[in-house]
């Protein structure tokens, strides 16, 4: 049996979640920064439309197969041998998508892509192509990035995390400032190079303090179980799908707002409406990593499912006093800077995401549990569904033509998000029971 103070309480999980939380609200933060300050540029519309619609989504896109090295690093840099293992396989998937970017951006791939598969607006087609080739540090940063902070969340550093994704917004905020004044500088430009130098600094950042984190608890860790490569794309492959599928939605969204109802407009404000969305969920997201820290520390899975509980309903109760109130109102007119008939589009438009803070902080729950006992597939198979459902809801939105592809768009979104959530929970439903079963549970590898 545990002693009582070796279990876990409520004071360190809030202790390993709010730095993580703080991070990912300030980065939360990048997008509506950029919104607000790109309305209130010339030609808002074609512009948010260039980022919101076309640049932001094909660059998470072909940064995908890194976007786990986050959980993947949390989870498996236990040791240096493991340490360098990953290393060595972030930096060459690195400069393998950095490679792609420069295809997309640079060649003639991009008016097929864009032009062709996409189908934007042609307004847009220019503005997006300039912002691409902005963001070509872009896929390395965030490799770079997440696979540092997972060690430093690792070995007990997510405060750092945190300072560091200050940096990242402080960056963004000088640049976007600097753009503002200026007031020539098209919108495009000055959004693409607010969050491609913002990625640098905080990049640069967890570099420096790293290394420290390296020398003194990486290096002399113990080896109780070498990683092995095998063992370690096990582990990344089925996530690394997860996130080219989960990413690779976002341009079929772009693509089919522009073949619904207003396109312009709903493309303008996909990124408006989803920072919004994101901001509220953001700390739900935190909550992934927390769960796959602490989750086999004795105690620590009622008091997770607790909080998770806590969580879901405190932000989707938020959205709603937002979609509700006029605060509404305040965000999307005087924040964001929106003017009618935009404005009134982006209102409406947030009750199709009502579920969607709440569906986070469960996602966070499962997908964690899952994790801990390296049940990567399930991820896959959820995100799997996830794309089924949304390309269901969004091809009867383009063959029905009746309803704005905003509110198309959320809804897919919304629909989907659940379907991945009930299936997580099926799939963890055997390791939920043993773990809350397990009330004696010392600390676990």
Known sequence: MAEASDRVTRKQILKTWWPLAVSWLLMGL??????LVVARLANPEIHLAAYGGVVFPLALFI??????LLAASTALSKDWPAYCRIRRFMHITSASLTAVHVLVAFTPLYDLVVGGLLGVPTEVLGPARIGLMIMLPWTWSIAY???????????????????????????????????YLVGSIEGIVVATAAVATSVVSEAVYVAIRVRPVLRNQVRPAPV?????????FRFYIPLSLTSVILLGIRPIVSASLSR?????????LWSVVGGLIFLLRSVSVASNEVVIALIGEAGAPRRLRRFT??????????LGIVTVTGLSRLWFGTVTGLEEPLM????????????????????????????????????????????????LVLGVGIAWSGMTGLYVGLLS????????????AWRSRRMQRALLADTSRGPTA
């Open 413 to 424: 979104m919304s629909l989907a998000e659940a379907a991945r959530t009930a299936w997580l």
């Open 260 to 268: 619904m109802p207003l396109p312009l407009e709903s493309l303008a």
């Open 224 to 232: 109780e179980e070498p990683l092995s490569l095998a063992g370690f």
């Open 63 to 68: 940064e995908a197969p890194i976007v786990m």
């Open 309 to 318: 509980t806590t969580l879901a309903a405190t932000t989707g109760t938020l």
């Open 30 to 35: 990048e997008g509506p920064l950029v919104s």
């Open 344 to 391: 009134s589009l982006a209102r409406t438009s947030l009750w199709f995401a009502l579920p969607l803070p709440v569906l986070s902080a469960l996602q966070s729950w499962y997908q964690g549990i899952v994790l801990h006992g390296k049940r990567t597939r399930s991820i896959t198979e959820a995100v799997l569904i996830y794309l089924g459902v949304t390309a």
């Open 145 to 179: 990035r997440r696979f540092n902070q997972g060690v430093l969340i690792r070995f007990g550093h997510s405060l750092t995390v945190g300072f560091g994704t200050g940096i990242r917004l402080v960056s963004n905020a000088v640049i976007l400032s600097i753009g």
